[in-house]
RNA sequence: GGGAGCGUGGCGCAAUGGCUAGCGCACUGGGUUGUGGUCCCAGGGGUUGCGGGUUCGAGCCCCGUCGCUCCUCCCA
């Protein structure tokens, strides 16, 4: 091994993909129920966006970010969390003026300098909603509602929901704990954002003692927790930030969102539905023989691949293995036909087409759109876990985990 | 930041301080010339995380260092 993985640094392998992009596209679905839109955000910004709007005096400020110079001496910062970022985009783009009221979404890598431990990389990935411009407590509940339903899309819901509010960030820092010291407004708004949590049949439990590590909380804070995790167990942790614009210069408005880590949400799924990813099956595996059948292959893979109307996956030897090999390697793919390519079949412009499920071959002529709909996976028991692409279908296998 | 444990081929493991560091999985090739998932045979791959020390002799012992895991802390 010439070169180590730097600390806190770590691959996503191919075999785990599919587990991320179960928890992705929850979060996109999710999204999509809710209308909440997506926002892509930099990785890096000014140093001095993460100070003043995270706050001078938070862990992730004073020991925590990947703070670096560019070569135009500007200091520039990694982002640690995308709170800041999205409150900066609304800013940058003026829609404090143009369209205040936003509902939006984000997912993507961020970057704190921390101690290694399970379910937390110095390089992790969060999801988050923000939702800027509403003071309401139905949005509060709304919000809450929001993770609440991500988890159960998941399969994960009856965990715990803790939820708190204290009055305003200044005085988190004076008094936690305690909701009697509420000032008169957020102590309505408190038993409003209850009120709506009861309606909407959210169970909650209070912590008096729940504080979060940002500066800009203020009001409602809230945790999700898993019993499935070791001492990382906050799966979604969020509040409102009714400061962080004006904090950033902008006009009094009002904020509230939540983030969750997408490696604990991983850990999660493959603890609790360690059978409900299937791995994609190959829809055709071309097996060549010879120069002549690779010739005629590859042309044929390559028009299967290009076609319009039908999209099949298709794969093909590059290592001139015997047949025999290639035969394991489609075997391999899960390929769910194979289709045997020399001299003969390119002389006579057809081929053996053999199921590989059943073992049946038939003769079948090469010309790519018959082939194709010949290939097509058939409809019949929808895949659970959202198989791409417009079959109900048998586009899975269960041979995989 | 504090505490504990662990680092041996890609992965999982083995090796009373003593021969060329083994095994399983995976990988590559073969089991007559063009057919898979089983099976059989063969093969490649490790300066035992790194650096020092003790010893006639270290993968095993000691020190340091780096990394990983767990707890605590913090959090997503």
Redesign the pocket.
């Known amino acids: 091994m010439t070169y180590d993985l730097v600390?806190?640094m770590y691959d996503i392998l191919p075999d785990e993909i599919p587990w991320w992009q179960l928890a992705e596209d929850a979060v996109r679905e999710m999204a999509r129920r809710y209308n909440y839109r997506e926002i892509r955000v930099p990785l890096v910004e000014h140093t001095e966006l993460f100070t003043r709007g995270v706050g001078e005096a938070t862990?992730i400020v004073t020991k925590e970010m990947y703070t670096f110079q560019d070569r135009g001496e500007r200091s520039l910062t990694l982002r640690p969390?995308g709170t800041a970022s999205v409150a900066r985009a609304y800013l940058t783009h003026g829609w404090q003026t143009r369209e205040p009221f936003q509902k939006l979404f984000y997912l993507g890598p961020m970057f704190?300098y921390?101690?290694?431990?399970?379910?937390?990389?110095r390089q992790?990935h969060?999801y988050g909603i923000e939702v800027l411009g509403a003071l309401d407590p139905s949005v509060d509940a709304e919000v809450i509602a929001f993770a609440w339903s991500l988890m159960e899309i998941l399969g994960l819901g009856g965990r715990i929901l803790d939820c708190k509010e204290t009055a305003c960030q200044s005085f988190i820092a004076q008094a936690p704990g305690s909701a009697d010291h509420l000032c008169p407004e957020c102590a309505a708004h408190f038993e409003a954002v209850q009120g709506w949590l009861n309606r909407l049949g959210l169970a909650y439990d209070m912590d008096p003692r729940l504080?979060?590590?940002?500066d800009y909380y203020t009001r409602t804070v809230f945790?999700l927790m898993s019993s499935d995790l070791?001492?990382?167990?906050?799966?979604?942790?969020g509040g409102r930030y009714d400061g962080l614009i004006e904090m950033l210069g902008g006009p009094p408005t009002p904020g509230i969102g939540f983030?969750?880590?997408l490696?604990?949400l991983v850990l999660v799924l493959r603890e609790r539905r360690a059978n409900d990813v299937k791995t994609e099956r190959l829809d055709l595996f071309i097996a060549t023989?010879g120069e002549e059948g690779r010739r005629v292959g590859m042309k044929l893979a390559t028009e299967l691949r290009r076609l319009k109307k039908i999209s099949i996956s298709v794969d093909i030897d590059h290592?001139a293995?015997?047949?025999?090999?290639q035969?394991?390697q489609a075997?391999?793919l899960y390929a769910r036909t194979?289709i045997?390519l020399?001299?003969?079949?390119a002389r006579v412009g057809r081929g053996?087409l053999?199921d590989?499920?059943s073992?049946e071959?038939r003769e079948v002529p090469l010309d790519p759109e018959s082939l194709a709909e010949l290939v097509y996976p058939a409809c019949d028991d929808g895949c659970a876990g959202g198989c791409a692409g417009g079959c109900g279908g048998d586009s899975c296998s269960d041979h995989g985990n």
Request: glycine share 16%.
């Open positions: 600390r806190g862990d969390e704190r921390e101690k290694p431990q399970k379910g937390r990389n992790f969060q504080v979060r590590g940002l945790e070791g001492s990382q167990d906050t799966l979604i942790g983030a969750g880590g490696e604990r023989v290592r293995r015997t047949l025999r090999k035969m394991a075997n391999q194979v045997v020399g001299e003969d079949e053996k053999k590989m499920d073992g071959e």
